[in-house]
């Protein structure tokens, strides 16, 4: 093999391709094509990365292959390329689109001498993600969209601009600093580590994870992906990393936040779309790379904990099992129960606030078994006139344990007459009236004396109430059930004990 001479160093910041173009111009070939090929090297070939036409093309050119082969994103087919131990998709890659800085540029032309030789392709500026000269802190030129092979040379054929031309771009050009994900990609390549979270991803995957949220972010649930430009993924970019770094913890609350401002807007329930916009429809697609990384198990997750799902149904790929909320609507269709009526009873329980409950049943939502337990005791209600004949007692006892909390209404209701028009969990009854069939033991022999609880509250002047409550507490011990009797009617005191107990 004939020795290329003069020598021409590769530069480590360089693309494979930079580093051939130069040498070129430097051996005065027409195209890079033609120069590749007198050195018996298929221009594919060497713009696929392909080892050995890399290892030959140094050889002749005497230099080192190890820094050409450190920034060589060599093709594995299908698309899809490896640049320092990490796959990258053809689509996270600039082929066919010069991209520059004019003070980079500027600089290389100071070296002196021919542009196409001075001039270095940035292998950094190949990757789409990498937006911001890190070392000018400009936004990059984008200029001349062709086809790759057409491209070999496109940093002097696109860029006629030299010296003050060069600084007056960079003068109008955008100043910012590098986003956060430009700087962890470029710092990924370069060896280090952390975010942990985006650190146990690939590149592709924590970069469309973080736009992907991003995009949601900054330009809300509805935007049309279309139209957002170079410089909104830039920001797409710049708003989700917020989140990412913070690894799982970061993407809770964004999800959460998500879903607060959704809920705002009266949106939510069943509909993830809404809720979750383009990020949700993003991790629906099959297309040919299903596996979007660890945040589409991570939105099912927490779309599972904290949004009303139906039991069968495919979230994001997998089956729904068992439900952790409801939604007032899905809970009142599986109870047969009135939404607004069951919405009064979990706003009494404290399940739903009172200040949301005039928002769409559909997305308010209640803890699975609280809402269960509560449709149960609503299913069970019975109205007040029933309580005396089910408590074997009088209206105004019936009055005092509904005072004394022993008895619950499933709703509160305002004006009049309220206590008629508002249910009670027979189940409850049931049980208060077990609780008083097992404190107070029938007795064969009723002493004659004793009376029942009417007579006592008279006789001994003590309100229906505190009868009840000393009751209830146990502190009677001269009380007893006329035998064969039930209920709160049934029970016979001494007015000499509850003197005694009251004084
Ligand atoms: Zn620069």
Redesign the pocket.
């Given at each position: 093999m004939l020795q290329l001479f003069p020598h021409l160093r590769f530069e480590t910041d360089e693309t494979p391709a930079s580093w051939a173009a130069r040498l070129s111009v430097l051996h005065g070939c027409s195209t890079l094509r033609t120069f590749l090929s007198d050195q018996g090297i298929a221009s594919s070939d060497f713009l696929h990365g392909r080892r050995s036409v890399i290892d030959r093309l140094c050889e002749a050119a005497g230099q080192d292959a190890a820094p050409v082969w450190h920034n060589t994103a060599a093709s594995v087919g299908n698309q899809n390329f490896t640049l320092r131990a990490e796959p990258l998709p053809a689509s996270m890659m600039v082929r066919e689109e010069t991209r520059f800085?004019p003070?980079?540029l500027h600089q290389d032309d100071l070296l002196g001498g021919d542009p196409g030789i001075c001039r270095r392709d940035r292998w950094a500026w190949s990757l789409r993600v990498v937006t911001t000269?890190p070392?000018?802190g400009?936004a990059l030129i984008y200029r001349g969209r062709d086809h790759r092979d057409k491209m070999q040379r496109k940093l002097i054929e696109h860029i006629p601009e030299r010296g003050g031309a060069l600084v007056a771009l960079a003068e109008k050009a955008t100043r910012r600093e590098p986003s956060p994900l430009q700087t962890y990609v470029l710092g990924r390549l370069e060896g280090q580590s952390g975010p942990q979270w985006l650190d146990g991803q690939t590149l592709e995957q924590s970069v469309r994870t973080t736009q992907m949220l991003g995009v949601v972010m900054a330009f809300g649930t509805t935007i049309n992906l279309g139209s957002v430009d170079r410089d909104g993924w830039d920001l797409a970019g710049r708003m989700g990393w917020r989140w990412v770094a913070a690894g799982e913890p970061g993407l809770h609350s964004a999800f959460a936040e998500l879903q607060a401002a959704a809920f705002e807007r009266g949106q939510g329930g069943q509909n993830y779309f809404t809720v979750f916009g383009h990020l949700y429809r993003w991790l629906l697609e099959p297309g040919n790379r299903p596996d979007h990384g660890p945040i589409k198990q991570l939105l099912r997750d927490y779309i599972l904990q904290n949004m009303d799902v139906c039991v069968g149904r495919d979230l994001l790929g997998e089956r729904i099992e068992r439900r952790r909320k409801y939604s007032v609507q899905s809970l009142a269709l599986q109870s047969g129960l009135h939404p607004q009526t069951l919405g009064k009873v979990l706003v009494e329980r404290g399940l739903i606030g009172a200040e949301n409950a005039d928002k769409p049943a559909s997305i308010l939502l209640v803890d699975a078994e609280e809402g269960r337990q509560a449709a149960a005791s609503l299913s069970r209600s019975v109205p007040f006139v029933q309580l005396p004949a089910l408590l074997g007692a009088t209206r105004p006892i019936a009055s005092c344990l509904i005072d004394l909390g022993v008895l619950t209404p499933l709703t509160r209701s305002q004006g009049e007459n309220t206590r008629d028009k508002c249910g009670f969990d027979a189940l409850e009854v049931e049980q208060a009236l077990e609780q008083i069939h097992v404190m107070v033991p029938e007795m064969s022999d009723v002493p004659a004396e004793w009376v029942s609880l009417n007579q006592c509250s008279k006789r001994a002047r003590i309100p229906m109430r505190d009868l009840l409550q000393m009751i209830l507490s146990g502190k009677l011990r001269q009380i007893g059930r006329a035998q064969g009797e039930l209920g709160f009617n049934s029970l016979r005191i001494s007015i000499e004990n509850i003197r005694l107990v009251a004084s």
């Open positions: 800085c003070l980079c000269c070392e000018h400009i």
